[in-house]
């Protein structure tokens, strides 16, 4: 970042909403960058459901076999997985509320 001596600044937390493929990788990317700048990043990936499904892929003659739980691909990189649906978002207060609570 210009003025700040190349020194970048990781957020403390960070929440993703949605388990697709960019949610996904978006929280893996953030996690391998806090890493690799020595960042100290609260990941947490927010999904209606714990699986990332393999879309282009559901001709197959069996497509329950093209989900993968999230939490199997975030777990080893530090990333938190809380399976809900975001309700509300409120930037002011910087908080997201889940459905049921």
């Known amino acids: ?18 388990g697709g493929y960019a949610g996904m990788w ?3 990317a953030a996690a391998a960058q806090a890493d690799r ?15 990332l499904t393999n879309r282009p892929r559901l001709y197959e ?6 989900r993968d739980h999230l939490a199997s691909s975030l777990d080893p990189a530090g990333v938190r997985f809380v399976e809900g ?6 930037t002011a207060a910087r908080t997201v509320t889940l459905a049921g609570g």
Request: avoid cysteine; glycine fraction near 14%.
């Open 1 to 18: 970042m210009p003025g700040d001596g190349g020194v970048q600044r990781f957020m403390s937390h960070l929440l993703i909403i949605g």
């Open 61 to 66: 003659a069996n497509p329950a076999t093209l």
């Open 37 to 51: 700048h020595g960042g100290d990043a609260d990941i947490t990936l927010v999904s209606r459901d714990g699986y």
């Open 26 to 28: 978006a929280s893996l």
């Open 85 to 90: 649906d975001a309700e509300t978002i409120d």
